[in-house]
């Protein structure tokens, strides 16, 4: 069987290299069993024309050696999942991509993330506009103390989107018309945000990153305080949003990661292990660790 591996120095990154010497492979499977050492990604982690691009991303904690060497493309209106067991780093790269992470004092970022080809960790960038283009949503809700209004209307305000009233009233309903969540609010605007159903302030969460216009949309765990009837709306929201947006969403729930997304990418200490169509990564992953994460045997 031919495994499909990249290597970090590849000058072809879009075409799969041949396997390596170091990989090892499962006689009665076909599966690539540990190829740790040289730490190649197996799968299609590139894409053509990424929204975003990562390039030999390795994050520290201090010392710790956090995320490994990670090279990974996100796609253009579609949905890329990332899944792993508990600790593995998801979050961690997830807040590269936003440069989150330099809220973090003890936390460093090397490497190369390109947003439509420009680099969001150059000196010149500024992180206000980049986390406005690249809008995150948290694992729990976190909507502002504020009116349901103002947590939508706070973004505009403070990058000047709307020059009036009138114009902010607009932003704001678009923005929680595309959340779905105008019709359950527009009679209550002025009431605090977080007065709403946990389901509500997530999405009102989503409307607030909407807002801002991003091109991308960072998804932390969204779900995971949500209960089934409020997680399956969020889920149709996401299916929706992709026709706009570049979606990254970090889950533990394997099913919402085969609902939700085209392509699903494997972390497992730090290390992308494997990247590929849902599907495929669901029915027949190529690399042993990924089996097992997705068969239950570990995670
Ligand atoms: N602010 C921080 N300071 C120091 N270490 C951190 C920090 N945040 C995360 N880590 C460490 O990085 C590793 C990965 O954490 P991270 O939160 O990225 O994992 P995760 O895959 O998102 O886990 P979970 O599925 O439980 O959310 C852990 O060992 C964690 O202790
Ligand atoms: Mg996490």
């Not at 929680?176 to 159903?197: F, H, I, M, N």
């Not at 399956?232 to 299916?239: A, G, N, P, V």
């Amino acid at each position: 069987m031919e495994a499909q591996l990249k290597h970090q120095d590849d000058p072809t990154p879009n075409r799969a290299p041949a396997a390596s010497a170091a990989t090892v492979e499962d006689q009665k499977t076909g599966r690539i069993l540990y190829s740790r050492d040289s730490r190649e990604t197996v799968g299609e982690a590139f894409i053509d024309e990424p929204r975003m691009s990562c390039r030999n991303v390795d994050v520290y904690y201090d010392d710790k050696h956090a995320i490994r060497n990670v090279s990974l493309d996100i796609g253009r209106n579609q949905v890329i999942a990332m899944i792993g067991p508990s600790g593995c780093d998801k979050s961690t790269f997830l807040r590269c991509l936003n440069r989150m992470n330099d809220t973090i004092d003890i936390c460093r970022v090397t490497g190369q993330i390109h947003l439509d080809g420009v680099d969001i960790y150059d000196r010149h960038i500024d992180v206000v506009p980049l986390r406005a283009r690249v809008g995150m949503v948290f694992q729990k809700p976190n909507p502002f103390p504020k009116s349901i209004y103002d947590n939508v209307a706070y973004g505009p305000r403070i990058h000047g989107l709307a020059q009036n009233k009138a114009e902010m009233d607009e932003v704001v309903e678009t923005s929680l018309r595309r959340a779905g969540l105008w019709d359950e609010v527009k009679d209550r605007l002025d009431q605090p945000g977080t007065g709403l159903s946990g389901g509500q302030q997530q999405r009102l969460c989503i409307a607030r990153t909407i807002a801002v216009g991003p091109e991308v949309i960072l998804m932390d765990e969204p779900c995971s305080a949500l209960d089934p009837i409020a997680t399956s709306i969020i889920e149709d929201l996401i299916d929706e949003l992709k026709q706009q947006f570049s979606i990254a969403i970090v889950t533990h729930s394997m099913q919402q990661a085969s609902r939700v997304s085209q392509r699903t990418a494997y972390f497992h200490l730090g290390d992308l292990i494997e990247v590929g169509e849902t599907a495929q990564i669901f029915t027949n992953p190529r690399h042993q660790l990924t089996q097992d994460y997705i068969t239950g045997r570990f995670g």
